[in-house]
Nanobody, 126 residues
């Protein structure tokens, strides 16, 4: 288990942007993958995006492609989720997660990740 600290959530108007951060206690390059999930009120948790740290491959939920970008900054041991053109349906609590094992994984399955952050709330509303 790794203690991940998320930040960057808030209230934003439709069409606005937010950048979520996920700070790791050690080298973020030591992880196999980083993932972002979200859980909307009354709904189950769903995968939003993931990044394979060693291969650099990125994955996105279809509805966020072209609007969200996942990245890492190894100098700050932090992962980011840049969210642009936000929509009301993006409203949710967003969680970052890390996977310790390298190699192939099923990025959309939450059991593939070892550690989770506490979540940061994103509300998109006019």
């Amino acid at each position: 288990q790794v203690h991940l600290v998320e930040s960057g959530g808030g209230l934003v108007h439709p069409g606005g942007s937010l950048r979520l951060s996920c700070a790791a206690p050690g080298s973020i390059l030591g992880f196999g993958a980083i993932g972002w999930f979200r859980q909307a009120p009354g709904k189950g948790r769903e995968a939003v995006s993931s990044l394979s740290v060693h291969h650099g491959d990125t994955y996105y939920k279809e509805s966020v492609k072209g609007r969200f970008t996942i990245s890492i900054d190894s100098t700050k041991n932090t992962a980011y989720l840049q969210m642009n053109s936000l929509k009301p349906e993006d409203t949710a609590v967003y969680y970052c997660a890390t996977r310790s094992s390298p190699g192939k994984y099923y990025w959309q399955i939450d059991q593939q990740y070892d550690s989770w952050g506490q979540g940061t709330e994103v509300t998109v509303s006019s």
